[in-house]
């Protein structure tokens, strides 16, 4: 069974950072792509990020490309994403996921940008 657990989202001002970490069991991770995904405030998923299963591929939605970088560590089983220069309108539910739809996720992890 799938299971995800997102942590290190929180409140942080615009032009800050903050890395998200997702811990990942029940299936094997190293042979698994993995993604970001978030859900903003009355608004659908959105696709953030993908990784390859040995972490050299690394693709971005046009909004995260150049702030936001995914990584994955295959001998903690956790994918991480590194948020910088943060602005208000990334203020969402992050997830991570094991498809770009985040059809199977974790519970995610808040993260509000705001002054």
């Known amino acids: 069974q799938v299971h995800l657990v997102e942590s290190g989202g929180g409140l942080v001002q615009p032009g800050g950072s903050l890395r998200l970490s997702c811990a990942a069991s029940?299936?094997?991770?190293?042979?698994?792509?993995m993604y970001w995904v978030r859900q903003a405030p009355g608004k659908g998923l959105e696709w953030v990020s993908r990784?390859?299963?040995?972490?050299?591929?690394?693709y971005y939605a046009d909004f995260a490309r150049g702030r936001f970088t995914i990584s994955r560590d295959n001998a903690k089983n956790t994918v991480y994403l590194q948020m910088n220069s943060l602005k208000p309108e990334d203020t969402a539910l992050y997830y991570c996921?094991?498809?770009?739809?985040?059809?199977?996720r974790g519970q995610g992890t808040q993260v509000t940008v705001s002054s």
């Open positions: 990784i390859s299963t040995g972490g050299g591929a690394r």
């Open positions: 996921a094991t498809d770009s739809r985040g059809t199977v």
């Open positions: 029940g299936f094997t991770f190293s042979n698994s792509e």
